[in-house]
């Protein structure tokens, strides 16, 4: 198992913008799906958003016109545009890289949108 490492999360006001990022330090080979999830405190957790390895995607109803899911597979890396966010995105963000035997998860990233 490979921890991926995230980045991009922070404080943002209402209607801002935020890019997150998600890039395993070593290869991991056969990932079959890119997972976006979300944690509020007290909250179960959520799956917000994923991409699948031909590049099919998917979203939760709440954020589909406002984020945008991508990647890049020679770096094992995949990407969150999140776009006019609002108070109730104020979550922990976590990236799940699946293959056929393993999840490995991020360490999370807090995401904290606020006037």
């Known amino acids: 198992q490979v921890q991926p490492v995230e980045s991009g999360g922070g404080l943002v006001q209402p209607g801002g913008s935020l890019r997150l990022s998600c890039a395993a330090s070593n290869y991991i080979f056969g990932i079959n799906i890119m997972v976006w999830y979300r944690q509020a405190p007290g909250k179960e957790r959520q799956l917000v958003a994923g991409i699948t390895r031909d590049g099919t995607t998917n979203y939760l109803d709440s954020v589909k016109s406002r984020f945008t899911i991508s990647k890049d597979n020679a770096k094992d890396t995949v990407y969150q545009q999140m776009n006019s966010l609002e108070p109730d995105d104020t979550a922990v963000y976590y990236c799940?890289?699946?293959?056929?035997?393993?999840?490995?998860w991020g360490q999370g990233t807090q995401v904290t949108v606020s006037s």
């Open positions: 799940n890289f699946r293959t056929m035997l393993y999840d490995n």
